[in-house]
């Protein structure tokens, strides 16, 4: 529903008064939001929109759940000004944050916002945000502007890293631990004679065959002891990247 005129009403729910003042500036006559329809009612009774600002407080919850009761049926629009209100920004593991039981899990990681109580219509980030963007979520929610940015679907292909990007990543996480264990002189070599191998392996444990076949052939204690510590970072880097994956998969929705 795209509104024609906009009356607001300022509900602060544990708010810094940083986001507070940048709604007051667009209030002012050098920002002058009144040109696009919005005006500033002193009861969320007359309101169509909801100005949240804050992360949602124990304390502010009840009277944030009264005084969206209070707003008329339709059509109750929520905007979230400033990150609190969006996420509770640096807030989130406050004791004092209200956190709705049901939202625990890894989509929503962190507590607080307006969002854990009531369907936001429009969110504003920023902490706090330049009374422009306040502007431009408001234009937005009226129809006055197109939105710049979309959501984004992602598969799992698009997830996963190319191997020659993954394998570059790698690189540069053992080298720092090679330098470190057996220098870069000979380390650097051996990193690369590994990352060789790598190249032409199919699996973890393929590699690990090549590994084993490779160390009977160095001489050198410290270099086997290297070629082992390299192997053994480099399954640690794959195990981490697939938890990663893993848990990118359940945020993104991405079944397979
Ligand atoms: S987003 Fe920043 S300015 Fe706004 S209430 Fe939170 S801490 Fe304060």
């Not at 009264?66 to 990150?83: D, E, L, N, Q, W």
């Not at 962190?110 to 219509?121: A, I």
């Not at 590699?207 to 160390?215: A, C, I, P, S, Y």
Request: aromatic share 10%.
């Amino acid at each position: 529903m795209k509104p024609r005129s906009l009356w607001v009403f300022h509900l602060n729910t544990g708010a810094c008064n940083g986001c507070d003042i940048e709604i007051l500036d667009v209030l002012t006559p050098y920002h002058d939001i009144e040109r696009l329809g919005v005006k500033l009612v002193p009861t969320p009774r007359h309101a169509h929109a909801l100005l949240v600002t804050g992360p949602l407080t124990r304390q502010a919850y009840y009277s944030a759940r009264k005084a969206y009761s209070a707003m008329p049926s339709k059509p109750r629009i929520v905007i979230a000004i400033g990150t609190c209100a969006c996420s509770g920004g640096i807030f989130y593991n406050s004791y004092a944050i209200r956190r709705e039981s049901d939202r625990l899990s890894l989509e929503y990681p962190r507590k607080g916002g307006t969002s854990e109580f009531l369907p936001v219509d429009i969110y504003v980030p920023g902490c706090p945000p330049r009374p422009e963007e306040i502007l431009y979520g408001i234009a937005l929610l009226r129809g006055l502007v197109k939105k710049k940015m979309g959501g984004e679907h992602y598969t799992v292909k698009e997830l996963v890293l190319p191997r020659s990007q993954f394998n570059a990543w790698v690189e540069l996480l053992l080298r720092a631990k090679i330098r470190r264990e057996i220098g870069y002189f000979d380390g650097y070599a051996l990193l690369k004679d590994f990352m060789e191998l790598v190249e032409k392996s199919n699996s973890p444990e393929e590699l690990g065959k090549m590994v084993e076949l490779m160390k009977k052939r160095i001489k050198d204690s410290r270099l086997r002891y290297g070629l082992e510590m390299l192997y053994k970072h480099y399954i640690g880097v794959v195990r981490m990247y697939e938890s990663i994956l893993a848990e990118k998969k359940v945020v993104l929705g991405v079944s397979k």
